[in-house]
């Protein structure tokens, strides 16, 4: 299982978002920190869960960085994320 595929199954299974985006953007960051070849370090990901109706960014995030413990811990060496409420994502 590649690492977007990883991240993509629990996120989906933590949170259940009606929206799930899980973008490698690994090549724009050739020649820097954590970058490796093959890629799968740096990823954008855009998630609309009901789980986050009521938080902060920071808990959000809080609860997406749990979920993604291993990952981070090992082979993703950055995250940029948007984390939306439905009713924030309209």
């Known amino acids: 299982m590649t690492?977007?595929?990883?991240?993509?199954s629990k996120l989906s299974r933590g949170l259940a978002p009606e929206r799930l985006e899980v973008v490698d953007e690994?090549?724009?960051h050739v020649g820097h920190a954590g970058h490796r070849p093959g890629g799968e370090t740096?990823?954008?990901?855009?998630?609309v869960a009901a789980a986050f109706a009521g938080k902060s960014r920071i808990a959000r995030h809080r609860m997406v960085n749990a979920l993604l413990a291993e990952e981070l811990a090992g082979p993703v060496h950055a995250l940029s994320l948007a984390t939306l409420s439905p009713?924030?994502?309209g």
């Open 42 to 47: 740096h990823f954008r990901i855009e998630i």
């Open 3 to 8: 690492i977007r595929a990883a991240i993509e």
């Open 26 to 28: 690994s090549h724009r």
């Open 87 to 89: 009713e924030e994502a």
